[in-house]
T-cell receptor, first 109, second 116 residues
Framework: KNEVEQSPQNLTAQEGEFITINCSYSVGISALHWLQQHPGGGIVSLFMLSSGKKKHGRLIATINIQEKHSSLHITASHPRDSAVYICAVSRDSNYQLIWGAGTKLIIKP | DTGVSQDPRHKITKRGQNVTFRCDPISEHNRLYWYRQTLGQGPEFLTYFQNEAQLEKSRLLSDRFSAERPKGSFSTLEIQRTEQGDSAMYLC??????????????FGPGTRLLVL
């Protein structure tokens, strides 16, 4: 079983829909990261969370430490949000990132 | 553009050849990471440096792989005697670690390697 699991693997939605991507992890962590990867490989860090909730523009990330679960939400989705969204965790003992397999999001106009 | 650059962006080589990739991190960042990503998978950790010291290497990093970060600035990743299984995207990331457990990694655009 992978230490970081994401769902769904693939998600296609219409422009304007509310999007939720989920991440569950099974190890002790110091922080959880949400990252965005565009075609061609460029990766951008969206959020780093250790508790609670963070918001940036139309993106919202939440984490429940007790349940070892995080969600990334996109409100009023737009075709330019189409990308792979990756959840990764930093373990308690070191700073390595353990990565989920990613969620491929396609927003249709 | 995150400020992390990698060179080359693409490399095609024949099996058995040696290749070297370079990563230039954000200048004040003290940590530098190398990851490998194959198609459809999330990135896999290879190794990381704290300044010029290589602190950890993944078991994925066979003896054919070597990484250096002389002077704690840019880093190179060399693959000797390349194999077709080495074909992947090689990603570099840098971060400034100033508080226990708190860092944001900034990723370069990656070097895509194809071994024929």
């Amino acid at each position: 079983k992978n230490e970081v699991e994401q769902s769904p693997q693939n998600l296609t939605a219409q422009e304007g829909e509310f999007i939720t991507i989920n991440c569950s992890y099974s190890v002790g962590i110091s922080a959880l990261h949400w990252l965005q990867q565009h075609p061609g490989g460029g990766i951008v860090s969206l959020f780093m969370l250790s508790s609670g909730k963070k918001k940036h523009g139309r993106l919202i990330a939440t984490i429940n430490i007790q349940e070892k679960h995080s969600s990334l939400h996109i409100t009023a989705s737009h075709p330019r949000d189409s990308a792979v969204y990756i959840c990764a965790v930093s373990r308690d003992s070191n700073y390595q990132l353990i990565w989920g397999a990613g969620t491929k999001l396609i927003i249709k106009p | 553009d995150t400020g992390v650059s990698q060179d080359p962006r693409h490399k095609i080589t024949k099996r058995g050849q040696n290749v070297t990739f370079r990563c230039d991190p954000i200048s004040e960042h003290n940590r530098l990471y190398w990851y490998r990503q194959t198609l459809g998978q999330g990135p896999e950790f290879l190794t990381y440096f704290q300044n010029e010291a290589q602190l950890e290497k993944s078991r994925l990093l066979s003896d054919r792989f070597s990484a250096e970060r002389p002077k704690g600035s840019f880093s190179t990743l060399e693959i000797q005697r390349t194999e077709q299984g080495d074909s992947a995207m090689y990603l570099c990331a840098s971060s400034l670690v100033w508080l226990q457990g708190q860092e944001t990694q900034y990723f370069g655009p990656g070097t895509r390697l194809l071994v024929l």
